[in-house]
């Protein structure tokens, strides 16, 4: 993992097609895809992100 190729929570977001009000209550519940805190912004591995949507739908 890059922390050039990580994904800004809108653009997970947008990957999801989700509200990005919904990824950070997620976060809160650690129910979704795994963030990290990079500085004050949370980030994710496109990867994870694509693992854990698998996950949810197989």
């Known amino acids: 993992m890059t922390t050039a190729?990580?994904?800004?929570i809108q653009e997970t977001a947008s990957y999801l097609r989700l509200p990005v009000g919904t990824l950070y209550q997620w976060r809160y519940r650690k129910t979704g895809p795994k963030s990290y805190k990079v500085g004050r912004h949370l980030r994710y591995d496109p990867a994870e992100v694509r693992a854990w949507l698998a996950k949810q739908v197989g």
């Not at 190729?5 to 800004?8: K, P, R």
């Open 5 to 8: 190729a990580l994904w800004s």
